[in-house]
């Protein structure tokens, strides 16, 4: 088992930054992957964000140059920057860290997520 803590959410100002943090413990693999998605209402949870084990990062077109995502290891924390905020980023953020197993098999595990409010 995998658990994940995220924390840094909160209500901002349109044009501000927050720094998403999700703690990682237990069983976590050496080839992973750690991801942020966000959620809103009546809408399926959708990738902003991933970074793999060996650092490769992945994003959202809607993201791209707002978002930065990164990891520390040795913490085993995975944090998403965000800057410029905008209303419609707006949504619960979602911690995923995805363990790859041998044969390809993936576990996924999730936070509780943490709310994002941005006022315009």
């Known amino acids: 088992q995998v658990q994940l803590v995220e924390s840094g959410g909160g209500l901002v100002q349109a044009g501000g930054s927050l720094r998403l943090s999700c703690a990682a413990s237990?069983?976590?693999?050496?080839?992973?992957?750690m991801a942020w998605y966000q959620q809103t209402p009546g809408k399926q949870r959708e990738l902003v964000a991933s970074?793999?084990?060996?650092?490769?990062?992945n994003y959202a077109d809607s993201v791209k140059g707002r978002f930065t995502i990164s990891r520390d290891n040795a913490k085993n924390t995975v944090y998403l920057q965000i800057n410029s905020l905008k209303p419609e980023d707006t949504a619960v953020y979602y911690c995923?860290?995805?363990?790859?197993?041998?044969?390809?098999?993936?576990?996924?595990?999730w936070g509780q997520g943490t709310q994002v409010t941005v006022s315009s």
């Open positions: 995923n860290a995805r363990n790859i197993l041998i044969g390809g098999f993936k576990i996924d595990y």
């Open positions: 237990g069983s976590i693999v050496s080839n992973n992957v």
């Open positions: 970074i793999t084990s060996g650092g490769t990062t």
